[in-house]
């Protein structure tokens, strides 16, 4: 193999990948290089119960996946990917009995939104007119103005006044009643965004439009097939993977990016290009040497805010989940908070360090849709709540009788979910950053989603479009803009950046 490559791409997430499938495209030679015995970063399958059960590690509905414009060219449909969805996309339940569900048809969604109907159709059909240049607009290389400009002054301030709500206010405002008005900020929670939060509508809103559209759908076979589509767009041009291989150093000479240097000790040149899609506080604070990193970016990483950590779990089970409201026998994904006052609380707690008393829960339920998951009549179910980094008496201490508290949560929905138990995993947060060095104290979302950890301050100003102080070396993570996700728009970005530079 060939010690020099016109580009390297450190990490094979799903933005890595994508990095590299564009760069491929582009006729340049390019080495992916994975720290990790398998490739996929948060976006893998594996049986992690008992076997025959496959569970997604990390992600596993993914609303971006067959509509994203940085996914849409790549084709994934022709390299193997393929989709199933279920009637209901979003299902929003609480034990009083009432539930709103988020379908893509939306006579379906008005019925579930009930006296709240014609405000949601309000809100989906502005979306279905508008989706394909929003998410332009929302994914593109910042500024964005042309994308910006497509979408439509009207249509930006529309999306404005949502931004600059906060997820009760918006949803106070929209819909009158409970269940209606716990499904944006619910769906903010994805995140660290409470509904409290200035500013804190857009994500929850924008997971709200785009579960109506194009759905919270699965994968056949796993989550893991989007990564094995993305793979062969790389290798099919050339592109190289290598796993197993930990980039421990990133190598400057004359102030640019020349080589890697693995933790093996091997040396690897990069003629044009580094794309990182690591942590950004790993590149700055480890992967460079500090005498290269502008004092000022050294500093915003030492005090970097990570979002909330992840408590998730998988289960095999012996048939579907007993849920009480009928909605969620039929949604991919349910999301388990009762009220906005119930979701305040959560956010409190664990911001307070504390463990939730009442959980939230985002729980996905793939073998509905995707049978291949699980044996004949028995089903995987995949769910997680946030949590702070620490547990406060440590992960190894805690774990066991916090995830007994993520059944209770479910039993509450479903009386009877706790008998279908074949089997259990636990992924503490210290858990998910052994498996991906990425998810720093379990964050899944590539540092806070808040509003000033966005736009031009992803990572750090004026580092937002990718390039970062040292020349060649790119950061093309889900800690740039537009984040978390798998829409692969940071690594597809990031490899624009480096083939307008290399010219
Ligand atoms: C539990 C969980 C649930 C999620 N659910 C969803 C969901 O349902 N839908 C959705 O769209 N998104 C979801 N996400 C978020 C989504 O998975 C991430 O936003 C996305 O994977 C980020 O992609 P990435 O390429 O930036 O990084 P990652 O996927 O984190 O991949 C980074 C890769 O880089 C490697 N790496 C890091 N440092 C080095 C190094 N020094 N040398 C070599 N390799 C290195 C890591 O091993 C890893 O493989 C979830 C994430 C988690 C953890």
Known sequence: MPRVHDAIVVGSGPNGLAAAAYLARAGLSVLVLEAQG?????????????????????AAFFPFGEISPALVPLNLGGAGLAWKHLPIDSAHPAADGTCASISRDLETSMASFGEDGPAWRKIALWHRRTRDRMLDALLSTLPALGPMLRFGPINLLRLARVAISSGRGYASSQFRTEAARRVIPGLALHTDVGPDDAMGAVVGFVLAVLASSGGFGVPVGGASAITKALIRRVEERGGTLRCGVRVRKILVRGGRAVAVL?????????????????????????????????PRVLAAMKTFR??????????????????????????????????????????????????????????????????????????????????????????????????????????????????????????????????????????????????????????????????????????????????????????????????????
């Open 38 to 58: 398998t490739p996929g970063g948060a976006v893998r399958t594996r049986e992690v119960t008992l076997p025959g059960f496959h569970h997604d590690l990390g």
């Open 262 to 294: 693995t933790t093996a000790g091997e040396e690897i040149e990069a003629r044009h290009a580094i794309v990182a899609d690591v942590a950004a506080p790993t590149l700055y604070r480890s992967l460079l040497e500090e005498s290269v990193v502008p």
């Open 306 to 503: 990570q979002g909330f950590g992840t408590f998730k779990m998988d289960w095999a089970l012996d048939g579907p989940v007993p849920w009480t409201h009928e909605d969620c026998s039929r949604a991919s994904v349910v999301h388990a908070g009762d009220s906005l006052d119930d979701l305040a609380k959560f956010t409190a707690e664990v911001r307070d360090g504390k463990l939730p008393s009442h959980p939230y829960m985002v729980i996905g339920q793939q073998s509905l849709a995707d049978p291949t998951r699980a044996p004949a009549g028995q089903h995987t179910l995949w769910a997680y709540t946030r949590v702070p980094a620490k547990a406060p008496d440590g992960w190894s201490h805690d774990r066991e009788s916090f995830a007994d508290r993520l059944e209770s949560r479910i039993e509450e929905l479903a009386p009877g979910f706790k008998k279908r138990i074949l089997a259990r995993a636990i992924f503490s947060p210290e858990d998910l950053e052994a498996m991906n060095e990425n998810l720093i104290g379990g964050d899944l979302g590539g540092g806070s989603a808040a509003i000033r950890h966005q736009l031009f301050f992803r990572p750090v100003f004026p580092w937002f479009r990718y390039r970062t102080p040292v020349k060649r070396l790119y950061l093309g993570s889900s800690y740039t803009h537009p984040g978390a996700g798998v829409h692969g728009a940071c690594g597809r970005n990031a490899a624009q950046m480096v083939l307008r530079d290399v010219g």
